[in-house]
């Protein structure tokens, strides 16, 4: 006969270890969203009030990094440290590129 038991989500994994690997992933993809979603800001004012050609290339360049950091950085296990750090640099640069105009 089949075995109908429940079976953990991963080998060796059992009930309150599969739901802590679930809660930690779920952590991990929200911090990963909220620092895309502050590259995707800081984009929209470099596309409101930057010059024409720079502005395009900056703010869909920024979101590019900012989401390929921060794939990177949950691959890493959560070592937000690098997106974080260029976040702030992008939203300097873009600061100091509307003062200038």
């Keep these: 006969m089949a075995d109908h038991g429940h079976a953990p989500l991963q080998p060796g994994l ?3 270890d599969a739901a ?11 911090v990963m969203t909220a620092i895309i979603c502050c590259y995707v800001l800081v ?3 470099t596309f409101r009030f930057m010059d024409y050609p720079l502005n395009l290339l900056v703010g869909f360049g920024g979101i590019f990094v900012g989401a390929l950091t921060s794939l990177i ?6 070592k937000w440290i690098l997106p974080a750090v260029l976040l702030v640099v992008y ?3 873009v600061a100091n590129n509307i003062h200038m105009s």
């Design 91 to 93: 939203g300097l640069f």
């Design 14 to 16: 059992s009930g309150i």
């Design 43 to 45: 984009a929209l004012v």
């Design 20 to 30: 802590r690997a679930t809660y930690e992933g779920f952590l991990r993809w929200s």
């Design 73 to 78: 950085a949950m691959r890493m296990g959560g």
